[in-house]
């Protein structure tokens, strides 16, 4: 008969799926740590939450403040107050909004 080798032998095939099967373990734990969030746990809940509490308080007291001055200078005790609150609390809400909408470790959604 012929004495040549076989093209295929099952010593090479074992060899390519190793190669592959690690190849994919490689991949998948790439994008394993490419998912992860950059801060873990508690920390960034606390930072988000305390991100929410600034931009609410910063938002109102703002807007009263501001208001209070336009209403000192022009003389509109009551009128300029109440605008400025209402758009502190808009503001405050925006900003809220978009914090929410943003992905922890990147750009927004």
Known sequence: MNDEKSA???IGEDARIDALEARLNAASEREKQRNEPQVKGADANYRSGDRVLADLLGGV???LVFGWLFDWLAGTLPWG???GLFLGIVVA???IIR???RRPDGPPR
């Open 8 to 10: 295929r032998e099952p």
């Open 81 to 83: 107050l109440l605008v």
């Open 61 to 63: 007291l703002g807007g």
């Open 93 to 95: 809400f925006r900003n």
């Open 99 to 101: 914090s929410a909408n």
